[in-house]
């Protein structure tokens, strides 16, 4: 599950990257605060990639894909990328505990084999 979420959380590292540079364009938002903000979401979305193993890791991981929804109201696109993104970690979190599962009914099925 690790592996899948973490390249979801890359992904987006990129897309707030391009968000931020949409965003800059608008007269309306500073500077400052659009690469605060999209510095924020950056530096998060490569922190949780440390951070899935361990308990919270995927809750954050969720409150991070409402927080891309939720800057469609700064960049509209956003609305679309984040229900994207969002579509991704639900799949990368369903998909990823499938394969540990199966990962570890192979290991166990491996050891119980003699002379293995």
Do not use: N
């Amino acid at each position: 599950m690790r592996t899948l979420c973490a390249s979801t959380l890359i992904g987006e590292f990129f897309v707030i990257a391009f968000a931020g540079l949409v965003a800059m364009k608008d007269p309306d938002l500073a500077t400052t605060t659009v690469w605060t903000v999209c510095g924020i979401g950056m530096l998060l979305s490569v922190l949780l990639c440390g951070m899935l193993g361990r308990r919270g890791g995927v809750e954050l991981g969720w409150a991070l894909q409402v927080a891309l929804i939720a800057s469609g109201f700064a960049v509209p696109l956003m609305f679309f990328m984040g229900l994207v993104f969002g579509a991704l970690w639900w799949a990368s979190v369903h998909y990823g505990r499938k394969i540990d599962e199966a990962k570890a009914r192979f290991a166990a099925a491996a050891e119980a084999q003699p002379g293995a």
